[in-house]
């Protein structure tokens, strides 16, 4: 756990899990097609994440210089 | 970095390995419209249902259908005068609702009627087949009373009841077929066929499926392949068999079974039964008629027999029970038992013993490598011949009976033990013994011969069996439903009247 008091990887994580199980479950109701967009679409995950360590890693930077 | 987000990268990757390879497995590999088709003809994955109905005016009377369908059940019940009414269900199988209604509009409901002929039908051929879409289309439809139906239908079930007459090709589902007053012929591939209640004749052949009949008035000419064969009352039976068991009863008629590599069982044939087979039993209970059997490698069991009973066996052996008429037995690797022969019995058997306990009129009896044992219970009146090699004979002589004996042993003893016989025995012989004389007032003929011993001996006089022969317990079938006979074609529409389709709302599937 970081010293900003959330985890990146766990917040994409969950991201994740929540827009695969909205996903999937609009494809069941024929709203769309699953494998296509999970197939032009899932590198996102690697961006959410990166985005959340930046996110962290300002954090810690601007926590540290307050102490 | 720490082991979280060594496994969160580990699952991404893992995640978007799955996904591309699902998507060039999908790309690559034919396996079906928008999902999975699978073997049999039947789509698979995600579907949408839509409706179109229409209905045709038609003349009075018997209307001629003609059906045409595939991938799709053709139901086909009674329904008002003068009017076709037809119901097509679109199951489409594609993955979005929009997609399947695109297509489901595409396809297309088509009643036509020409010189009274009505013809049902959708534009599938016209839509051809493609590999990113699949569909099926079920037709419901209810014709006038008495309709001569004629359906053509491929990969679904074919269900038609309470028409006059029927021709029905299907193929990869199965057929049922109730009440229908006149004729019907079916052909059916890779699927069971159900029919029930038919007034008429029925033609049937079938490939891949089991096939059960019920309550068939007319005859029933039956060629099957690779399925077991069920029947209850029906006319006269004549069935091809390939692989697959029979099971017969209530034949009002003769019974013919030409099978290979399966068992037969009939009850109650009112006519004469006729069966070949190998490699299976057979058995026959109360037959009216003459019983013609030929088996290999296979039990035979016959009773209750009002006719005669010709048989051909090898490899088991052969039972009867209450024969009426002659009989008339070869069997080669297998035991004869037979009880209460009423008409006599000529029998050769190699390799296993003859028992024949209850018999009368005149008994003709060779064994090679067996013996032979005969108790006719009732006085003897016909002429019993027996032979044995590498075996024995016994005879039991029920009381009253007056014969001439020619009793002879090549290698063992002859012993007679017996009230009144007066016969003499031949002492020169150096091996075996013979007996020759006269039982009581002497009669027909008692020849015995064995290379061990012959054995005769006194018993009380008896019925020849312990119960009557029993008659086939058959009884007609019910009345299929009334109707005029078919015509060939019948006259042209009053009104005709333009086929009126509506669609429904589309409701998604699950499968």
Known sequence: MSRSGFSPEGVTFGVCLVALGVLGTLANLGKLELLPLLRTYWPLSLVLWGALELVDLTLRRSSRGRS | ?511
Request: hydrophobic share 40%.
């Open chain 2, 1 to 511: 970095m720490s082991a979280r987000k060594i496994a969160l990268l580990i699952v991404i990757v893992l995640f978007a390995a799955s996904v591309e390879t699902a998507w060039n497995v999908r790309g690559n590999v034919s396996i079906g419209p928008e999902g999975c088709r699978v073997m049999g003809g039947r789509f698979y994955g995600p579907s949408w249902t839509f409706e179109t109905t229409a209905e045709r005016a038609v003349a009075a009377g018997p209307a001629q259908l003609e059906i045409g369908n595939a991938f799709g059940g053709v139901h086909v019940v009674k329904g008002a005068p003068g009017v076709v009414k037809v119901r097509l269900r679109k199951v489409v199988f594609m993955p979005t609702e929009d997609k399947a209604k695109e297509l489901a509009d595409r396809i297309e409901l088509r009643v036509t009627e020409d010189a009274g002929h009505v013809r049902i039908g959708t534009n599938r051929d016209e839509l051809g087949r493609r590999d990113d879409y699949g569909f099926e289309t079920h037709l419901e439809i209810q014709a006038p009373p008495d309709s001569v139906a004629r359906v053509r239908s491929e990969h679904g079930k074919v269900e038609l009841a309470d028409v006059a007459a029927a021709d029905v090709q299907a193929s990869f589902d199965g057929v049922t077929i109730e009440r229908v007053a006149h004729d019907v012929t079916l052909e059916v591939r890779h699927g069971g066929a159900d029919v029930e209640r038919v007034g008429g004749r029925l033609q049937l052949s079938a490939r891949h499926g089991d096939v059960a009949l019920s309550d068939v008035t007319g005859s029933a000419k039956l060629d099957i392949q690779h399925g077991k064969l069920e029947t209850k009352q029906t006319g006269a039976l004549e069935v091809a068999l390939a692989y697959g068991d029979v099971t017969a009863e209530s034949v009002g008629g003769d019974l013919v079974v030409h099978n290979q590599h399966s068992a037969v069982s009939a009850t109650d044939v009112s006519g004469r039964a006729e069966v070949t087979t190998s490699f299976g039993g057979v058995r026959l209970e109360r037959v009216g008629g003459d019983a013609r059997v030929k088996v290999e490698h296979g039990h035979v069991a016959a009773s209750d027999v009002l006719g005669g009973f010709t048989g051909e066996a090898s490899f088991d052996g052969v039972e009867l029970e209450r024969v009426k008429g002659p009989v008339e037995l070869q069997v080669q690797h297998g035991s004869v038992i037979a009880r209460g022969l009423e008409g006599g019995a000529r029998v050769r058997v190699s390799g296993d013993d003859v028992t024949l306990d209850g018999f009368a009129g005149a008994v003709d009896v060779e064994v090679e490598r067996g013996s032979a044992k005969l108790a006719p219970r009732a006085v003897i009146r016909g002429d019993v011949i027996a032979s044995a090699t590498h075996g024995g004979v016994e005879l039991e002589v029920p009381d009253g009976s007056g014969f001439e004996l020619e009793a002879e042993s090549l290698r063992g003893q002859v012993e007679a033990d017996i009230a009144g016989l007066h016969a003499q025995r031949d002492e020169g012989r150096r091996h075996g013994q013979k007996l020759q004389g006269r039982q009581g007032a002497g009669g027909p003929q008692v020849r015995l011969r064995a290379d061990g011993d012959v054995s005769i001996a006194a018993r009380p006089a008896r019925a020849v069996a312990e119960s009557a022969v029993q008659k086939p317990r058959t009884s007609s079938p019910p009345e299929a439903p009334a109707s005029p006979a078919p015509k060939a074609s019948t006259a042209p529409a009053a009104k005709p009247s333009p086929a009126h389709p509506a669609e429904s709302e589309a409701k998604p599937d699950s499968r």
